[in-house]
């Protein structure tokens, strides 16, 4: 069952053209990453998904829903109807590089912020459910606590946290351990292997190598705006077609 | 092991320090000499007036600072995200604001506009005109626009400076403009604002006895008039001084308080 589907995405920021049509699609419980170099453009196409960036073109689809586009008058697109691009937004849950927990909010409030006041879920209900989710991140005893005084690691969980809150139909994370200290990196990425074991829908923009051929089915490389090679990890790992895919992975031995 | 680190801390008393106890000696015997050795009896005919220039005070403090903080939020917002047509303006206001002192805007607002009034009928004749005719609409019109001025321009530097990753994780999840701005962008705005509005009203507070040159009553004008009729200099200065300072701990205090909301690591709050 397809999920989120994007097709021909292309993004330019003034003369610099960043995707010259990048296409994917993720079927339910599809974990898809893409790797690729610095300026690659696959942050950018991650942030197209959910609109963060308006593309320049393309299509995008969300669990059948074609997002309206019309022209933002900057030579872009936007979404032509806020109240669609806000539905599909809050069930299209990001955690991003730089954890962006709202640092005005205890752990417990980011992560019932969304559902109750986007999503209209009833608030007992919500802390009910967040509750769950820290407990199951590991930060149940942080409920109360503010984004500042937690470490990296512990910021990233409660973005994952935040995340699943808002019961998504797919998760896009924006290279979630790159901000993190070394030694956090495994706690992270512990949570997300179990998201993934348990057929949850994710697009994942990674640097861990390993790490992505572990857990996903699907790997795109992506280079000067362009899927240059894509395919199951084994392969696009074990025998990769383009020479600069080959490159690039030898740059992390 | 044990380490000479390790010998017991003893707890001193901060209360106790020399920095903190010298002033309040000092405040102790200036108290005791002043009530000795200068003169007092004027309270007994004066009270009254400096009550009501007191709560005069009071009233321009708390009104023209809250309602030029309503006024700022919205000066400083267009200047961040606002069209041309609204930032320009508002850039303009702050800057004339801020670079005339208030006393002139006082006497432009109560001299100029006062005396422009009357001259039409329309506004001689309205219902209005009885409170135009008084000194304080134009004192506290003039306070209000100062302070929105100055706070315009520390709102927006406090909307500048939420970090961009923040609303974006709002627009990620689907908040609107509106919920966005009300849940995350403002509260972080406000409470980058708050050290620093803390200090500006105190210097709004006194920046309040400006009024008395365009006849308002305020804590000040009545000081002022007890010199004149009593050739008592020292006394009510001194009097008034006391109360300035207890107005601006006062307003420290409600700061510290607002400020402390939300800071806290136990409470969850109901919002």
Same mark, same amino acid.
């Given at each position: 069952m397809e999920m989120l589907h994007a097709d021909g995405i292309r993004k330019t920021f003034g003369n610099l053209e960043v995707l010259r049509g990048v296409s994917l699609t993720a079927n339910k419980g599809d974990v898809i990453s893409l790797i690729g170099g !610095?300026? !690659?453009g696959k942050s950018t196409f991650l942030r197209c998904l959910n609109c963060l960036e308006h593309p320049t073109g393309g299509e995008i689809r969300v669990d059948g829903d074609a997002i309206a586009f019309r022209p933002d008058g900057h030579g872009n697109m936007e979404p032509a109807s806020k109240t669609q691009m806000r539905r599909i937004r809050a069930r299209l849950a990001m955690v991003f590089q730089s954890f962006n927990?709202? !640092?005005?909010?205890t752990l417990l409030e980011n992560v019932i912020e969304a559902p109750v006041?986007? $999503?209209?879920?009833?608030r007992k209900q919500a802390v009910d459910e967040g509750l769950r989710l820290l407990q199951r991140v590991g930060l149940y005893d942080k409920?109360? @606590?503010? &984004? #500042?005084? $937690?470490?990296g690691g512990q910021q990233q969980r409660g973005a994952i946290a935040r995340a699943l809150a808002v019961q998504p139909l797919a998760m896009l994370f924006?290279? &979630? @351990?790159? #901000? $993190?200290d070394p030694e956090l990196v495994g706690e992270v990425l512990k949570v997300i292997r179990e998201l993934a074991e348990e057929g949850r829908t994710m697009i994942l923009v990674t640097h861990e190598m390993s790490f992505a051929r572990d857990v996903s089915n699907q790997v795109l490389f992506l280079h000067g705006g362009l899927v240059e090679d894509a395919g199951p990890p084994a392969e696009v790992?074990?025998? &990769?077609?383009?020479e600069r895919l080959a490159r690039f992975l030898g740059s992390f031995h | 092991m044990s380490s000479p680190l390790e010998a017991p801390a003893r707890a001193r =008393? =901060?209360?106790?320090d020399a920095g903190t106890l010298t002033p309040v000696i000092a405040a102790l015997l200036f108290g005791a000499y002043a009530a000795l050795?200068? =003169?007092?009896?004027?309270l007994g005919n004066y009270y009254p007036l400096l009550l009501r220039g007191l709560g005069m005070t009071v009233l321009l403090v708390i009104v023209t600072s809250s309602l030029g903080m309503l006024l700022a939020i919205p000066i400083g917002l267009v200047q961040v995200v606002g069209p041309k047509w609204l930032a320009l303006p508002a850039r303009a206001f702050c800057t004339v604001i801020r670079g005339t002192p208030l006393l002139l805007q006082l006497w432009l607002l109560y001299y100029g506009l006062g005396s422009l009034f009357p001259q039409f009928p329309w506004i001689r004749d309205s219902a209005l005109w009885p409170i135009l005719r008084q000194a304080w609409p134009y004192a506290f019109v003039g306070l209000t626009l100062s302070y929105a001025a100055y706070e315009g321009e520390v709102f927006r530097g406090a909307f500048k400076g939420v970090p961009k990753g923040q609303l974006d994780a709002a627009r990620a999840y689907g908040m609107s403009g509106l919920l966005t701005f009300r849940r995350i962008w403002l509260p972080q705005a406000f409470k980058r604002a708050m050290p620093t509005l803390a200090g500006e009203t105190i210097l709004q507070l006194k920046a309040t006895p400006l009024v008395a040159t365009i006849t308002v009553i305020d804590v000040y004008s009545v000081a002022a008039q007890v010199r004149q009729q009593t050739?008592?200099?020292y006394e009510p200065l001194l009097l008034i001084s006391a109360i300035y300072i207890l107005m601006a701990v006062a307003i420290t205090k409600v700061f510290a308080r607002l400020s402390g909301q939300?800071?806290?690591?136990?409470a969850f709050r109901k919002s």
């Open positions: !610095s300026g !690659s927990l709202w !640092s005005h909010m006041h986007v $999503l209209g879920v009833d409920r109360n @606590t503010y &984004p #500042a005084f $937690l470490s924006d290279e &979630p @351990t790159s #901000a $993190l790992f074990g025998n &990769p077609k383009s | =008393r =901060r209360w106790l050795q200068m =003169r007092w009896d004027w050739y008592l200099t939300g800071q806290d690591n136990t």
